[in-house]
């Protein structure tokens, strides 16, 4: 167990729809990060937020947005949802920026239809 | 560009030993990390190297030559748990954690 918690775990919805995927860092921790994880590939960075603003982005565009709250948890927000935002998203915390391991949640599988 | 590459599959037998290649190339390092996946799970961490050499855990060692752009996953000892996918990813240079990830190694462990 990491103590990172995520939710929903699996979702379904239909294209062009919205989604809020929500995440539980480790008592502690202060960084979030998010990553996206296609069926047999890699995760793929989206974002990282560091004590409530964003201080770091992967290429995704505009329509993936998030938000990390004064507990440090986060959200993951994606709009006008496409059939290939279908995919394990999870989520990373850590303690602070540098050096040391990410601690992964359990993910949230999106299906958009 | 970025780049990191590790075989895609390999198959091993039960207390044996495997060792498993990742090349990178990144606009600069701050360290590699190896996770471990198991099919519908999240990552786990097995190890982490910032300096050249071998770190050793247990049954796990990982190797690293930065100037070769090189490091490897050792396991030693192969039960059948350890059939999972094997993730390599280097931090790029920066405050933030930016981790750029291989597409994992599917490891498959027979009796």
């Known amino acids: 167990e990491t103590g990172v918690t995520q939710s929903p775990t699996h979702l379904i919805k239909t294209r062009g729809q919205q989604v809020t995927l929500r995440c539980s860092s480790q008592?502690?921790?202060?960084?979030v990060s998010w990553y996206q994880q296609a069926l047999g590939q890699g995760p793929q960075f989206i974002f990282q937020?560091?004590?409530?603003?964003?201080?770091g982005r992967g290429n995704f565009p505009p329509r993936f947005s998030g938000l990390q709250f004064p507990n440090y948890s986060s959200e993951l927000n994606v709009n006008a949802l496409e059939l290939d935002d279908s995919a394990l998203y999870l989520c990373?915390?850590?303690?602070?920026?540098?050096?040391?391991?990410?601690?992964f949640g359990e993910g949230s599988r999106l299906t958009v239809l | 560009g970025q780049n990191i590459d590790q075989p895609t599959e390999m198959t091993a037998t039960e207390g044996a030993i495997v060792q498993i290649n990742c090349t990178y190339q990144?606009?600069?390092?701050?360290?590699l990390f190896w996770y471990q996946q198991h099919a519908g799970e999240a990552p786990t961490f097995l190890s982490y190297?910032?300096l050249d050499g071998l770190e050793e855990k247990g049954r796990f060692s990982s190797f690293l030559s930065r100037s070769k752009g090189y490091s490897y996953l050792l396991l030693k000892e192969l039960q059948m748990k350890d059939s999972a996918s094997y993730l390599c990813?280097?931090?790029?240079?920066?405050?933030?954690?930016?981790?750029?990830w291989g597409l994992g190694t599917s490891l498959a462990v027979n009796p």
């Open positions: 990373a915390s850590s303690l602070g920026t540098g050096a040391g391991e990410l601690f």
């Open positions: 008592s502690g921790h202060n960084t």
């Open positions: 937020y560091y004590r409530e603003e964003e201080n």
């Open positions: 990144t606009s600069g390092f701050n360290g």
């Open positions: 190297n910032v």
């Open positions: 990813a280097v931090r790029s240079a920066g405050n933030n954690r930016k981790l750029i």
